[in-house]
């Protein structure tokens, strides 16, 4: 799975009013745009985050003289040291950062929901805008 640049915007909205809608998180009106732009933070984080690692793992690989193939190998390898979420891990650590971000931002009211709950929200909305990846 993937996410793409141009899909958090709406990927942030349908965040927020699906927790809202099932009534695990509380947010007062003129907030809920604070909210989702602490979603988005999370969310242009996660792709900076990637970003770098993709330009860590090619500069490895190129200076130990592997080809371009073996970039992938290290990348995975430089995440997992960094407990960083990439491939089919990537929906329960943004998952995972999102629901840390709502438990410490002062625009949500209340949270209802325990974090299994959230998560199991957040998920379906996150696999319904990243697709799938070459590896």
């Known amino acids: 799975m993937r996410l793409y640049g141009s899909k958090i915007t709406q990927l942030k909205v349908d965040i927020v009013s699906t927790l809202v809608d099932k009534e695990l998180i509380e947010v007062e009106n003129e907030s809920v745009n604070e909210v989702e732009l602490d979603v988005e933070s999370v969310l242009r ?12 793992a090619k500069d490895l690989a190129q200076s130990r003289g592997l080809d371009y193939g073996a970039h992938q190998k290290i990348k995975r390898q430089l995440a ?9 891990d990537a ?6 950062q999102v629901i840390e971000t709502l438990l410490h931002t002062q625009h949500v009211e209340e949270i209802f929901g325990e974090d299994h709950q959230l998560r199991a929200a957040i998920a379906p909305v996150l ?3 990243m697709g799938d990846q070459d590896r």
């Open 45 to 56: 984080e996660y792709l900076r985050a990637e970003r770098q690692l993709t330009d860590e």
């Open 80 to 88: 997992d040291r960094r407990k960083f979420g990439l491939y089919d």
């Open 91 to 96: 929906i329960g650590y943004i998952a995972n």
């Open 127 to 129: 696999k319904k805008h």
